[in-house]
Protein backbone atom coordinates (compact mmCIF):
# COMPACT_ATOMS: atom_id res chain seq x y z
CA UNK A 1 0.00 0.00 0.00
CA UNK A 2 2.73 2.45 0.78
CA UNK A 3 4.27 2.24 -2.89
CA UNK A 4 1.30 2.85 -4.28
CA UNK A 5 0.97 5.83 -2.17
CA UNK A 6 4.82 6.58 -3.11
CA UNK A 7 3.62 5.97 -7.14
CA UNK A 8 0.82 8.18 -7.03
CA UNK A 9 2.32 11.19 -5.70
CA UNK A 10 5.45 10.67 -8.01
CA UNK A 11 2.70 11.12 -10.02
CA UNK A 12 1.33 14.18 -9.23
CA UNK A 13 4.64 15.58 -8.89
CA UNK A 14 5.32 14.93 -12.52
CA UNK A 15 2.00 15.97 -13.40
CA UNK A 16 2.31 19.38 -11.94
CA UNK A 17 5.58 19.99 -13.34
CA UNK A 18 4.26 19.44 -16.63
CA UNK A 19 1.10 21.70 -16.09
CA UNK A 20 3.02 24.35 -14.56
CA UNK A 21 5.75 24.62 -17.56
CA UNK A 22 3.16 24.95 -19.99
CA UNK A 23 1.92 27.74 -18.53
CA UNK A 24 1.67 31.23 -20.17
CA UNK A 25 1.31 32.64 -23.42
CA UNK A 26 1.51 30.43 -26.67
CA UNK A 27 4.26 33.21 -28.20
CA UNK A 28 6.47 31.90 -25.23
CA UNK A 29 9.17 29.28 -25.47
CA UNK A 30 9.86 27.14 -22.03
CA UNK A 31 12.33 24.80 -21.30
CA UNK A 32 11.99 21.42 -19.73
CA UNK A 33 13.64 21.81 -16.40
CA UNK A 34 14.08 18.16 -16.57
CA UNK A 35 15.94 17.40 -19.74
CA UNK A 36 17.29 20.92 -20.71
CA UNK A 37 15.77 21.21 -24.00
CA UNK A 38 13.87 23.61 -25.84
CA UNK A 39 10.09 23.49 -27.40
CA UNK A 40 11.34 24.86 -30.89
CA UNK A 41 11.51 23.74 -34.34
CA UNK A 42 14.92 23.68 -35.91
CA UNK A 43 15.98 26.50 -37.43
CA UNK A 44 17.69 30.49 -36.64
CA UNK A 45 16.22 32.69 -34.51
CA UNK A 46 16.98 35.68 -33.27
CA UNK A 47 17.07 36.46 -29.62
CA UNK A 48 17.75 38.43 -27.07
CA UNK A 49 21.12 37.73 -26.07
CA UNK A 50 21.43 35.20 -22.95
CA UNK A 51 17.51 34.56 -23.34
CA UNK A 52 15.74 31.61 -25.15
CA UNK A 53 14.14 31.88 -28.51
CA UNK A 54 10.44 32.61 -28.93
CA UNK A 55 8.63 31.37 -32.20
CA UNK A 56 7.93 34.73 -33.13
CA UNK A 57 11.42 35.45 -33.87
CA UNK A 58 11.43 32.68 -36.26
CA UNK A 59 13.76 33.18 -39.60
CA UNK A 60 12.42 30.99 -42.24
CA UNK A 61 13.48 30.62 -45.61
CA UNK A 62 12.23 32.28 -48.03
CA UNK A 63 13.06 33.57 -52.23
CA UNK A 64 14.92 36.92 -52.94
CA UNK A 65 14.44 39.39 -56.07
CA UNK A 66 15.76 37.97 -60.10
CA UNK A 67 16.02 39.40 -63.54
CA UNK A 68 12.57 41.06 -64.90
CA UNK A 69 10.99 41.39 -61.02
CA UNK A 70 10.85 37.49 -60.60
CA UNK A 71 12.12 35.76 -57.30
CA UNK A 72 14.25 33.16 -57.12
CA UNK A 73 15.55 30.70 -54.38
CA UNK A 74 18.66 31.22 -52.63
CA UNK A 75 20.64 29.11 -51.26
CA UNK A 76 20.82 29.60 -46.75
CA UNK A 77 18.85 33.44 -47.07
CA UNK A 78 16.10 33.47 -44.04
CA UNK A 79 13.95 36.28 -42.79
CA UNK A 80 10.66 37.09 -41.42
CA UNK A 81 8.63 39.91 -39.56
CA UNK A 82 9.00 40.08 -36.13
CA UNK A 83 8.95 42.87 -32.61
CA UNK A 84 12.31 43.84 -31.32
CA UNK A 85 12.86 45.52 -27.85
CA UNK A 86 15.57 47.63 -27.61
CA UNK A 87 18.60 45.73 -26.55
CA UNK A 88 21.21 43.21 -27.66
CA UNK A 89 20.36 39.97 -29.75
CA UNK A 90 22.14 37.04 -31.24
CA UNK A 91 20.93 34.54 -34.03
CA UNK A 92 21.11 30.97 -32.43
CA UNK A 93 20.33 28.03 -34.42
CA UNK A 94 18.46 25.18 -33.01
CA UNK A 95 18.85 21.61 -33.54
CA UNK A 96 16.89 18.61 -32.03
CA UNK A 97 15.47 21.19 -29.50
CA UNK A 98 19.17 22.28 -28.42
CA UNK A 99 20.64 25.29 -29.34
CA UNK A 100 23.79 24.36 -31.43
CA UNK A 101 25.20 27.56 -32.84
CA UNK A 102 25.16 30.65 -31.61
CA UNK A 103 25.95 33.77 -34.10
CA UNK A 104 26.96 37.20 -33.19
CA UNK A 105 28.52 40.39 -34.90
CA UNK A 106 29.32 43.98 -35.56
CA UNK A 107 27.14 46.43 -36.81
CA UNK A 108 26.23 49.73 -38.89
CA UNK A 109 23.83 51.52 -40.13
CA UNK A 110 23.33 52.31 -43.96
CA UNK A 111 22.01 54.82 -45.23
CA UNK A 112 20.47 54.69 -49.55
CA UNK A 113 17.96 56.24 -51.32
CA UNK A 114 16.39 53.45 -52.37
CA UNK A 115 12.94 54.91 -50.96
CA UNK A 116 10.76 57.57 -52.01
CA UNK A 117 10.17 58.68 -48.77
CA UNK A 118 12.38 59.50 -45.55
CA UNK A 119 13.05 55.44 -44.13
CA UNK A 120 16.35 55.20 -45.96
CA UNK A 121 18.16 53.38 -42.70
CA UNK A 122 18.30 50.19 -42.22
CA UNK A 123 21.16 48.08 -40.03
CA UNK A 124 23.64 45.77 -41.47
CA UNK A 125 25.11 43.61 -38.53
CA UNK A 126 28.59 41.36 -40.36
CA UNK A 127 27.54 38.25 -38.81
CA UNK A 128 30.17 35.43 -37.29
CA UNK A 129 29.77 32.51 -35.23
CA UNK A 130 30.31 33.33 -31.92
CA UNK A 131 30.40 37.12 -32.29
CA UNK A 132 29.74 39.35 -29.79
CA UNK A 133 25.94 39.80 -29.61
CA UNK A 134 24.64 43.10 -31.55
CA UNK A 135 22.55 45.95 -30.32
CA UNK A 136 18.85 47.32 -31.45
CA UNK A 137 18.44 50.84 -30.20
CA UNK A 138 15.11 51.39 -30.56
CA UNK A 139 11.66 48.63 -29.96
CA UNK A 140 9.91 48.34 -32.98
CA UNK A 141 8.67 45.98 -35.94
CA UNK A 142 11.46 45.08 -38.12
CA UNK A 143 11.92 43.02 -41.31
CA UNK A 144 14.60 40.73 -40.50
CA UNK A 145 16.85 38.59 -42.76
CA UNK A 146 20.23 36.85 -42.49
CA UNK A 147 21.83 35.61 -45.76
CA UNK A 148 24.38 32.93 -45.00
CA UNK A 149 26.49 33.28 -48.36
CA UNK A 150 27.71 37.07 -47.07
CA UNK A 151 27.36 36.53 -43.50
CA UNK A 152 24.80 39.54 -43.29
CA UNK A 153 22.11 40.05 -40.39
CA UNK A 154 19.39 43.25 -41.97
CA UNK A 155 17.16 44.85 -39.92
CA UNK A 156 15.12 47.56 -40.99
CA UNK A 157 12.48 49.40 -39.04
CA UNK A 158 8.94 49.14 -40.28
CA UNK A 159 6.93 52.76 -39.68
CA UNK A 160 4.67 53.17 -42.49
CA UNK A 161 3.01 50.42 -44.67
CA UNK A 162 0.73 51.65 -47.35
CA UNK A 163 -0.83 50.54 -50.40
CA UNK A 164 -0.02 51.34 -54.30
CA UNK A 165 -0.80 50.56 -57.74
CA UNK A 166 -3.78 51.37 -60.51
CA UNK A 167 -6.49 50.46 -58.04
CA UNK A 168 -5.19 53.32 -55.27
CA UNK A 169 -5.64 57.12 -56.02
CA UNK A 170 -1.83 57.80 -56.23
CA UNK A 171 -1.44 54.83 -58.97
CA UNK A 172 1.74 53.56 -59.04
CA UNK A 173 3.39 56.86 -58.59
CA UNK A 174 2.70 57.40 -54.57
CA UNK A 175 1.49 55.53 -51.99
CA UNK A 176 -1.28 55.64 -49.82
CA UNK A 177 -0.65 55.65 -46.42
CA UNK A 178 -2.34 53.20 -43.88
CA UNK A 179 -1.59 54.96 -39.88
CA UNK A 180 -1.38 53.07 -36.59
CA UNK A 181 0.18 51.34 -33.98
CA UNK A 182 2.37 48.09 -33.20
CA UNK A 183 3.84 46.32 -30.22
CA UNK A 184 4.70 42.84 -29.44
CA UNK A 185 1.10 41.45 -29.33
CA UNK A 186 0.70 42.69 -33.22
CA UNK A 187 -0.20 45.91 -35.32
CA UNK A 188 -3.06 47.34 -37.09
CA UNK A 189 -2.67 50.04 -39.64
CA UNK A 190 -5.42 51.67 -41.62
CA UNK A 191 -7.51 54.04 -43.67
CA UNK A 192 -10.76 55.01 -44.31
CA UNK A 193 -12.60 56.52 -46.99
CA UNK A 194 -10.31 55.55 -49.43
CA UNK A 195 -11.82 55.69 -52.90
CA UNK A 196 -10.42 52.17 -54.48
CA UNK A 197 -10.91 51.22 -58.72
CA UNK A 198 -10.81 48.04 -60.01
CA UNK A 199 -7.28 47.39 -61.14
CA UNK A 200 -4.26 45.78 -59.22
CA UNK A 201 -2.14 47.11 -56.12
CA UNK A 202 0.51 46.12 -53.67
CA UNK A 203 0.77 46.38 -49.93
CA UNK A 204 4.90 47.91 -49.29
CA UNK A 205 6.81 48.94 -46.33
CA UNK A 206 8.15 52.63 -45.71
CA UNK A 207 7.42 53.23 -49.43
CA UNK A 208 9.68 51.08 -51.13
CA UNK A 209 9.73 47.75 -52.74
CA UNK A 210 13.06 46.15 -51.61
CA UNK A 211 16.47 46.43 -50.36
CA UNK A 212 19.31 46.31 -52.62
CA UNK A 213 22.44 44.07 -50.90
CA UNK A 214 24.11 43.29 -54.54
CA UNK A 215 27.86 43.68 -54.43
CA UNK A 216 27.55 45.57 -58.06
CA UNK A 217 23.68 46.78 -58.51
CA UNK A 218 24.64 46.87 -62.48
CA UNK A 219 25.75 43.24 -62.45
CA UNK A 220 22.47 41.45 -62.25
CA UNK A 221 21.10 39.03 -59.75
CA UNK A 222 24.05 36.57 -59.64
CA UNK A 223 24.39 34.50 -56.38
CA UNK A 224 28.02 35.50 -56.34
CA UNK A 225 27.42 39.09 -56.59
CA UNK A 226 24.61 38.99 -53.63
CA UNK A 227 20.84 39.78 -53.71
CA UNK A 228 17.87 41.98 -53.20
CA UNK A 229 15.32 41.74 -50.53
CA UNK A 230 11.51 42.76 -50.61
CA UNK A 231 9.72 45.13 -48.19
CA UNK A 232 6.49 44.16 -50.11
CA UNK A 233 3.53 41.74 -50.16
CA UNK A 234 1.47 41.10 -53.58
CA UNK A 235 -1.09 37.47 -53.87
CA UNK A 236 -4.20 38.20 -52.89
CA UNK A 237 -6.21 40.43 -50.16
CA UNK A 238 -6.78 36.88 -48.43
CA UNK A 239 -3.47 35.23 -48.89
CA UNK A 240 -0.74 37.66 -48.92
CA UNK A 241 2.84 36.25 -50.25
CA UNK A 242 6.51 38.06 -50.21
CA UNK A 243 7.51 40.48 -52.85
CA UNK A 244 7.33 38.98 -56.72
CA UNK A 245 6.60 35.34 -55.34
CA UNK A 246 2.66 37.05 -54.97
CA UNK A 247 1.29 38.82 -58.43
CA UNK A 248 -0.39 41.97 -58.20
CA UNK A 249 -3.34 41.93 -55.99
CA UNK A 250 -6.69 42.23 -58.27
CA UNK A 251 -9.70 44.53 -57.01
CA UNK A 252 -12.56 44.08 -58.96
CA UNK A 253 -15.09 46.17 -57.93
CA UNK A 254 -14.97 50.15 -57.36
CA UNK A 255 -15.60 51.87 -53.98
CA UNK A 256 -14.87 53.66 -50.93
CA UNK A 257 -13.04 51.41 -48.52
CA UNK A 258 -11.46 50.82 -44.90
CA UNK A 259 -8.40 49.74 -45.65
CA UNK A 260 -6.49 47.36 -42.68
CA UNK A 261 -2.94 45.82 -42.81
CA UNK A 262 -2.81 43.50 -39.45
CA UNK A 263 0.64 41.98 -38.67
CA UNK A 264 0.19 39.19 -35.88
CA UNK A 265 3.68 37.45 -34.42
CA UNK A 266 2.54 34.18 -35.10
CA UNK A 267 -0.10 34.21 -38.47
CA UNK A 268 2.41 37.25 -39.70
CA UNK A 269 0.65 39.91 -42.50
CA UNK A 270 -3.24 40.26 -43.21
CA UNK A 271 -4.92 42.82 -45.50
CA UNK A 272 -8.70 43.39 -44.95
CA UNK A 273 -10.60 45.13 -47.64
CA UNK A 274 -13.98 46.77 -46.39
CA UNK A 275 -16.39 47.92 -48.70
CA UNK A 276 -18.05 51.00 -47.72
CA UNK A 277 -19.71 52.97 -49.78
CA UNK A 278 -19.88 53.08 -53.76
CA UNK A 279 -17.01 55.29 -55.04
CA UNK A 280 -17.81 58.38 -56.95
CA UNK A 281 -18.81 58.24 -60.52
CA UNK A 282 -15.28 58.42 -62.47
CA UNK A 283 -14.81 61.36 -64.57
CA UNK A 284 -10.95 61.21 -64.48
CA UNK A 285 -8.53 58.14 -64.64
CA UNK A 286 -4.82 59.18 -64.79
CA UNK A 287 -4.60 55.27 -65.81
CA UNK A 288 -5.92 56.12 -68.55
CA UNK A 289 -3.55 58.89 -69.99
CA UNK A 290 -0.87 57.74 -71.56
CA UNK A 291 1.18 60.73 -72.30
CA UNK A 292 3.57 60.55 -74.81
CA UNK A 293 5.33 63.03 -77.44
CA UNK A 294 4.94 62.52 -81.14
CA UNK A 295 5.51 63.90 -84.64
CA UNK A 296 8.20 64.84 -87.64
CA UNK A 297 10.48 67.31 -84.88
CA UNK A 298 10.74 64.04 -82.44
CA UNK A 299 13.27 60.98 -83.07
CA UNK A 300 9.99 58.61 -83.78
CA UNK A 301 8.95 60.84 -85.88
CA UNK A 302 4.73 60.42 -86.43
CA UNK A 303 5.30 56.55 -86.64
CA UNK A 304 6.11 56.53 -82.63
CA UNK A 305 5.63 58.12 -79.25
CA UNK A 306 8.48 59.21 -76.86
CA UNK A 307 6.19 58.03 -73.53
CA UNK A 308 5.90 60.81 -70.49
CA UNK A 309 6.05 59.39 -66.68
CA UNK A 310 3.04 60.14 -64.48
CA UNK A 311 2.93 61.88 -60.90
CA UNK A 312 0.62 63.02 -59.05
CA UNK A 313 0.51 65.69 -56.14
CA UNK A 314 -0.64 68.27 -53.88
CA UNK A 315 -3.92 67.54 -56.35
CA UNK A 316 -1.65 68.15 -59.37
CA UNK A 317 -1.45 65.08 -61.87
CA UNK A 318 1.49 65.79 -63.82
CA UNK A 319 3.46 64.17 -67.07
CA UNK A 320 7.32 64.43 -67.38
CA UNK A 321 9.57 63.80 -69.98
CA UNK A 322 13.13 64.68 -71.70
CA UNK A 323 12.49 65.06 -75.22
CA UNK A 324 14.94 66.03 -78.24
CA UNK A 325 13.32 67.92 -80.93
CA UNK A 326 14.60 69.53 -84.44
CA UNK A 327 12.56 71.74 -86.00
CA UNK A 328 9.30 70.49 -87.29
CA UNK A 329 5.90 69.55 -85.24
CA UNK A 330 4.88 67.82 -82.72
CA UNK A 331 1.65 66.95 -80.65
CA UNK A 332 0.73 65.05 -77.17
CA UNK A 333 -1.31 62.30 -77.60
CA UNK A 334 -2.49 58.88 -75.26
CA UNK A 335 -2.25 55.69 -75.39
CA UNK A 336 -0.26 55.70 -79.04
CA UNK A 337 -3.61 56.60 -80.27
CA UNK A 338 -5.31 59.53 -81.62
CA UNK A 339 -8.59 59.21 -79.65
CA UNK A 340 -7.18 62.19 -77.55
CA UNK A 341 -4.41 64.79 -78.49
CA UNK A 342 -3.53 68.56 -77.25
CA UNK A 343 -1.75 71.28 -79.80
CA UNK A 344 -2.42 74.63 -80.01
CA UNK A 345 0.44 76.46 -78.52
CA UNK A 346 2.44 75.53 -75.59
CA UNK A 347 1.20 77.79 -73.48
CA UNK A 348 -2.43 77.34 -74.37
CA UNK A 349 -2.91 73.65 -74.86
CA UNK A 350 -6.47 72.30 -76.29
CA UNK A 351 -7.81 68.63 -77.15
CA UNK A 352 -7.24 68.50 -80.94
CA UNK A 353 -5.58 71.45 -80.94
CA UNK A 354 -3.07 72.67 -84.36
CA UNK A 355 -0.01 70.89 -84.29
CA UNK A 356 2.71 72.83 -81.65
CA UNK A 357 5.71 73.68 -83.44
CA UNK A 358 9.17 73.26 -82.50
CA UNK A 359 11.01 75.59 -80.41
CA UNK A 360 14.14 74.38 -82.29
CA UNK A 361 16.43 71.93 -82.27
CA UNK A 362 17.99 70.67 -78.46
CA UNK A 363 16.85 68.69 -75.49
CA UNK A 364 14.17 69.77 -73.16
CA UNK A 365 12.41 68.72 -70.23
CA UNK A 366 8.95 68.61 -70.53
CA UNK A 367 6.20 69.12 -68.13
CA UNK A 368 2.24 68.29 -68.94
CA UNK A 369 -0.14 69.00 -66.19
CA UNK A 370 -4.21 69.29 -65.37
CA UNK A 371 -5.49 70.36 -61.90
CA UNK A 372 -9.20 70.20 -62.49
CA UNK A 373 -8.78 66.39 -63.78
CA UNK A 374 -8.62 67.23 -67.59
CA UNK A 375 -10.94 70.51 -67.83
CA UNK A 376 -7.74 72.38 -68.48
CA UNK A 377 -4.26 71.47 -69.49
CA UNK A 378 -0.87 73.24 -69.14
CA UNK A 379 2.86 72.56 -70.34
CA UNK A 380 6.53 73.89 -70.27
CA UNK A 381 9.08 73.43 -72.29
CA UNK A 382 12.78 73.69 -70.59
CA UNK A 383 16.43 73.30 -72.33
CA UNK A 384 18.17 70.92 -70.36
CA UNK A 385 17.49 67.21 -70.62
CA UNK A 386 19.34 64.59 -68.40
CA UNK A 387 22.23 65.30 -66.11
CA UNK A 388 24.26 62.74 -63.69
CA UNK A 389 24.29 63.70 -59.94
CA UNK A 390 25.63 62.04 -56.47
CA UNK A 391 28.75 61.43 -54.67
CA UNK A 392 29.74 58.53 -57.40
CA UNK A 393 29.82 60.64 -59.81
CA UNK A 394 31.61 64.22 -61.70
CA UNK A 395 30.30 66.44 -59.27
CA UNK A 396 31.04 64.50 -56.40
CA UNK A 397 27.92 65.55 -54.86
CA UNK A 398 23.98 65.92 -54.49
CA UNK A 399 23.76 69.78 -55.13
CA UNK A 400 24.72 69.98 -58.50
CA UNK A 401 24.16 67.98 -61.85
CA UNK A 402 26.37 66.82 -64.53
CA UNK A 403 24.67 67.80 -67.95
CA UNK A 404 24.41 64.71 -70.36
CA UNK A 405 24.74 65.62 -74.14
CA UNK A 406 22.95 64.13 -77.20
CA UNK A 407 24.98 61.61 -78.86
CA UNK A 408 22.35 60.60 -81.73
CA UNK A 409 18.73 60.07 -82.81
CA UNK A 410 18.25 57.00 -84.64
CA UNK A 411 15.59 54.89 -85.39
CA UNK A 412 13.18 56.28 -82.56
CA UNK A 413 16.20 55.48 -80.27
CA UNK A 414 18.08 58.81 -78.28
CA UNK A 415 21.21 58.33 -77.09
CA UNK A 416 22.65 60.69 -74.58
CA UNK A 417 26.13 60.69 -73.49
CA UNK A 418 28.48 61.89 -70.23
CA UNK A 419 32.18 61.12 -69.84
CA UNK A 420 33.68 61.84 -66.37
CA UNK A 421 35.42 60.61 -63.27
CA UNK A 422 33.34 58.27 -61.27
CA UNK A 423 33.51 56.97 -57.79
CA UNK A 424 32.52 53.80 -55.95
CA UNK A 425 30.10 55.80 -54.27
CA UNK A 426 26.21 56.33 -55.28
CA UNK A 427 24.85 58.55 -58.34
CA UNK A 428 21.69 58.83 -60.36
CA UNK A 429 20.15 60.45 -63.39
CA UNK A 430 17.10 63.32 -63.13
CA UNK A 431 16.30 65.57 -65.60
CA UNK A 432 15.92 69.04 -65.29
CA UNK A 433 18.08 69.34 -62.56
CA UNK A 434 14.69 68.15 -60.65
CA UNK A 435 13.85 65.40 -58.64
CA UNK A 436 10.34 64.72 -60.02
CA UNK A 437 12.15 62.48 -63.37
CA UNK A 438 15.01 60.46 -62.00
CA UNK A 439 16.24 57.23 -62.89
CA UNK A 440 17.94 53.98 -61.03
CA UNK A 441 17.89 50.57 -60.48
CA UNK A 442 19.57 48.32 -63.13
CA UNK A 443 21.11 49.14 -66.07
CA UNK A 444 19.20 47.59 -68.43
CA UNK A 445 15.82 48.47 -67.52
CA UNK A 446 16.02 51.69 -65.53
CA UNK A 447 12.96 52.81 -63.53
CA UNK A 448 11.49 55.80 -62.61
CA UNK A 449 12.47 56.70 -58.89
CA UNK A 450 15.10 53.49 -58.91
CA UNK A 451 18.18 52.93 -56.75
CA UNK A 452 21.30 55.02 -56.48
CA UNK A 453 23.69 53.20 -59.22
CA UNK A 454 27.27 52.57 -58.45
CA UNK A 455 30.48 52.20 -60.07
CA UNK A 456 32.51 48.93 -59.19
CA UNK A 457 35.65 50.64 -59.42
CA UNK A 458 36.83 54.23 -59.64
CA UNK A 459 37.95 55.70 -62.89
CA UNK A 460 37.09 57.54 -65.80
CA UNK A 461 33.70 56.21 -67.29
CA UNK A 462 31.42 56.77 -70.58
CA UNK A 463 27.87 56.69 -69.18
CA UNK A 464 25.29 56.28 -72.24
CA UNK A 465 21.78 56.62 -71.79
CA UNK A 466 19.28 55.28 -74.38
CA UNK A 467 15.46 55.91 -74.47
CA UNK A 468 13.11 53.71 -77.08
CA UNK A 469 10.55 55.70 -76.35
CA UNK A 470 9.05 53.36 -73.05
CA UNK A 471 12.30 52.17 -71.82
CA UNK A 472 15.36 53.46 -70.63
CA UNK A 473 18.70 51.57 -70.07
CA UNK A 474 22.03 53.05 -69.69
CA UNK A 475 25.83 51.22 -70.01
CA UNK A 476 28.97 52.41 -68.69
CA UNK A 477 32.11 51.88 -69.65
CA UNK A 478 35.12 52.03 -68.18
CA UNK A 479 37.98 54.57 -70.53
Known sequence: MK???????GLLLVSGALFWTSCGSDDDLVIDTGSGTINASN?????????????????????????????????????????????????????????????????????????????????VVSTVEGGDAFNVAASGLYRV??????????????????????ATPGGWDTDTPLTGSVSADGGSWSASGIVLRSGQFKIRMNCRWSIDRRVDSNAGFDAANGYQLYTNFGGSSDLLLNGNDGNNIELTEDGEYTVTANWDPQAGWTLNLDRTGDAPELTFNPNDYQFGIIGAATTGG??????????FANDVHTWYGVVSLTDGEYKFRINDAWNFDLGGSIDALSPGGANLVSPGPGTYYVTLSTADEGATWTATMELGGWGIIGEGGPTMGWDNDTQMTLLSMENGVTTYTLTGAFTTGEWKMRAGSQWDLN???????????GSNLTMTEAGTYTVNLSFDGEVYSATVELQ
Open 302 to 311: WDSDQNMFHK
Open 43 to 123: GLYLTVAGEDPSTTAQLTSENVETDGFASQERSGFVGGYMYLEAGDYNVVQVTDKEITTTIGGTSETVTDEGSSCDFNEYT
Open 145 to 166: THDQQTNELVMYQIDAPGIIGA
Open 3 to 9: NNWIKLL
Open 439 to 449: LGGDLGFLTVD
